[in-house]
């Protein structure tokens, strides 16, 4: 039902599981939630992601499209989802992201790595790691198509942008850039503007290092996390809420290589990381007024785990 698991989904419901397929002709697949065994999937149907190497999924608060993005061959596309059954239907909404940039092994041709929408759910934004860019577009949630409105070039060549979050007020923008191993913080309104680049490594870190995850705190905002593969660290940084600007206060092995995913669980105080490269998942403690982590020594075996979500009962 599924190959190369690379990014899973939980519907806002929580009766439905994504996963998207990252494959050569790839797929997202949907699965029904057992509610009395949660471990428990049943298949429900696979549909096309409408390209190559999907790698990202997101949806709308309702729950009623899976955004996905294409690494292999720079596309994004909308997938309507039957919120009765869970059904996933033909693509409503498309777009073939165009060019390269300077790495000459990564950036040959456009790569989207994330696509999600902001908080009004009128616009969305992807990131393209191949042409150093972040796309953007109108959506419209009456038939699901997208519609590309501007495009804000990355800050600097080859950062490679992978993932993006807003903040909680949608003021700021931050990019985390797999290649260079820096976070990007924008404004967001009225136009993306650069406020600040740092450093996801410590200043004497010379190593090879991708940067790979980065999330906010769910219920502190001043709070930002993410995930460095070579270093094998989650960096972690205050946030200035009225400005923007990030302060690093933290780096913590994550007993493990290539932590390519973690999630923090709803309620803020626990925060998972999966180690793609040594199979495993390993639990933190989050400290509620500081942020920062704590190893609790709980880890788990796992092959090549490389998405991690919290269901909620």
Request: charged fraction near 15%; include cysteine; hydrophobic fraction near 35%.
């Amino acid at each position: 039902a599924t190959t190369n698991p690379s990014y899973i989904l939980i519907h806002p419901s929580h009766k439905y599981l994504y996963s998207a397929n990252e494959q050569d002709n790839g797929t997202v697949t949907a699965f029904q939630i057992d509610s009395t065994k949660p471990g428990r999937l049943t298949l429900i149907n696979q549909q096309s992601s409408r390209g190559s190497g999907p790698c990202y999924l997101s949806t709308n608060k309702a729950g009623e499209y899976v955004f996905v993005a294409n690494y292999n061959n720079g596309t994004v596309a909308v997938l309507p989802i039957d919120i009765n059954n869970g059904t996933i239907k033909q693509f409503t909404g498309f777009d073939q992201q165009t060019g390269s940039s300077i790495d000459p092994i990564r950036q040959t041709s456009a790569h989207a790595h994330c696509i999600l929408l902001d908080k009004n759910e009128e616009y969305a934004l992807s990131a393209d790691l191949g042409s150093d860019e972040i796309y953007h577009y109108r959506f419209f949630s009456n038939n699901g198509s997208l519609l590309r409105t501007s495009i804000t070039k990355a800050a600097k060549l080859g950062d490679g942008p992978r993932h993006l979050i807003f903040n909680s007020n949608q003021k700021f923008v931050y990019l985390m850039n797999e290649l260079k191993s820096t976070i990007t913080v924008y404004n967001y309104f009225p136009i993306m503007q650069t406020i600040q680049i740092i450093s996801t490594l410590p200043e004497n870190f010379t190593l090879p290092n991708t940067g790979a995850e980065i999330l906010f705190h769910p219920t502190m905002d001043k709070y930002l996390y993410a995930s460095n593969r070579g270093h094998d660290s989650i960096a972690v940084f205050s946030v200035d809420t009225n400005t923007g600007y990030l302060s690093l206060i933290q780096h913590i092995n994550v007993q493990g290589h290539t932590p390519r995913n973690f999630n923090i669980s709803p309620n803020g105080k626990f925060l998972i990381v999966a180690n793609q490269d040594s199979n495993n998942l390993v639990l933190f403690t989050i400290d509620q007024i500081t942020g920062k982590l704590t190893a609790t020594g709980s880890t788990v075996p796992i092959s090549k785990p490389t998405c991690v979500k919290y269901l909620e009962q």
